[in-house]
């Protein structure tokens, strides 16, 4: 299978598990307003959490593009770029709600959150990864036990069909010897009622030969008693 197809694929698949992630972080922003006290700490938690998805998810495209054609990667590292500033702005509309309410104290707090929230959860997006390659691996094994299928289908159609014109040319020649074979017969016929004619003609000319020549004799002979014995 081409690698620009497998990298497109595997690209889809992330570019959609990054829109979901990113659909619940612009929520989280508002409900953070709403909210006070514990509910709105967990809500910061919550948000550092997916952040830190969404940044894992991120450079996981951006591996994905690296063997990707050019075509194809030039314009998704500029998207991929554009989803890095939308999570900055995200995390500034975060950070200034924070400062707001007292509960963030150092500029530099969300973003340590963030990392810290990436080791705990760099696991489960590798394992996710690992599901995904192991899904487009056992894909592509499929696919090219299917394309070896398809060709050995079409070699034992190939073979089939010769094996087809080779009896169909035997077939002729059989059917050529065998009708040689009638017209040997029909000659061999022919022949023997000739033969047979002529040993009828044969033995018909013998036996008026002997009669020719017994009457011949026999004229001889009265001729020679006429002339000799008889007075």
């Known amino acids: 299978m081409d ?3 497998m990298s497109s694929e595997e690209f889809e698949k992330l570019h959609e598990i990054y829109t ?4 619940e972080l612009q929520l989280i922003p508002q409900q953070i307003l709403r909210c006070h006290g514990e509910e709105r ?15 894992e998810v991120l450079q996981s495209m951006d591996r994905e593009l690296i063997g990707a054609p050019s075509s194809f990667r030039n314009p998704m590292s500029t998207k991929v770029r554009m989803y890095r500033r939308d999570l900055g702005k995200l ?16 500029p530099g707090e969300s973003r340590q959150g963030i990392y810290a929230t990436q080791n705990d959860h760099s ?16 894909l592509n094994n499929a696919t090219a036990s299917i394309e070896r299928s398809q060709r050995l289908a079409a070699e034992t ?7 087809i014109e080779e009896l169909g040319e035997q077939r002729e020649q059989l059917d050529r010897t065998r009708d040689r074979m009638v017209h040997t017969g029909e000659n061999l016929s022919r022949s023997r009622k000739i033969l047979r004619s002529m040993s009828r003609r044969l033995v018909t000319n013998k036996l008026l030969l002997s009669v020719v020549i017994v009457m011949e004799l026999a004229i001889l002979g009265a001729v020679v008693y006429l002339k000799f014995f008889r007075k």
């Open 91 to 106: 995390q500034r509309d975060v950070r200034s709600s924070d400062q707001g309410s007292g509960l963030a104290v150092r």
């Open 123 to 138: 696991t489960h997006l590798q394992s996710q990864r690992a599901m995904l390659i192991q899904g487009t691996s056992s």
């Open 20 to 23: 979901s992630l990113y659909e």
């Open 157 to 163: 159609d190939q073979i089939g069909n010769e094996i």
């Open 3 to 5: 690698t620009g197809i």
């Open 41 to 55: 700490k967990r809500l910061v938690r919550v948000f550092d959490e997916r952040i830190g998805e969404a940044e």
